[in-house]
């Protein structure tokens, strides 16, 4: 009923920029906290960025001011800009999102929802 889609991973040099997208679609009634988490070959999945829905954002040490997070809420999507980007910010990268949605019933369910993964790769 709801999906996160994520795009706008590839491959790019250090020191260069990307910008990862997701959205949410489906019935959806609202969308609380949205983030960004990433996950490095061999090592656990960490959080790299959350933002409220009022816009207020947060960010893992390593990555402070060099990605940006923000999100439309007309458009129900969330970005990552991710800039001076580093080999070592090599990972899957994936958009989570608390939401609720209307089943066929238009009873309001809370969701924990996640996109499948973008991967960025970033070559020394």
């Known amino acids: 009923q709801v999906q996160l889609v994520e795009s706008g991973g590839g491959l790019v040099q250090a020191g260069g920029s990307l910008r990862l997208s997701c959205a949410a679609s489906?019935?959806?009634?609202?969308?609380?906290?949205m983030a960004w988490y990433r996950q490095a070959p061999g090592k656990q999945r960490e959080l790299v960025a959350a933002?409220?829905?009022?816009?207020?954002?947060n960010y893992v040490d390593s990555v402070k001011g060099r990605f940006t997070i923000s999100r439309d809420n007309a458009k129900n999507t969330v970005y990552l800009q991710m800039t001076s980007l580093k080999p070592e910010d090599t990972a899957v990268y994936y958009c989570?999102?608390?939401?609720?949605?209307?089943?066929?019933?238009?009873?309001?369910?809370?969701?924990?929802?996640w996109g499948q993964g973008t991967l960025v790769t970033v070559s020394s």
């Open positions: 989570n999102a608390d939401l609720s949605w209307i089943d066929d019933y238009a009873r309001e369910n809370a969701l924990n929802a």
């Open positions: 489906g019935k959806i009634f609202s969308i609380n906290g």
């Open positions: 933002i409220t829905s009022g816009g207020i954002a």
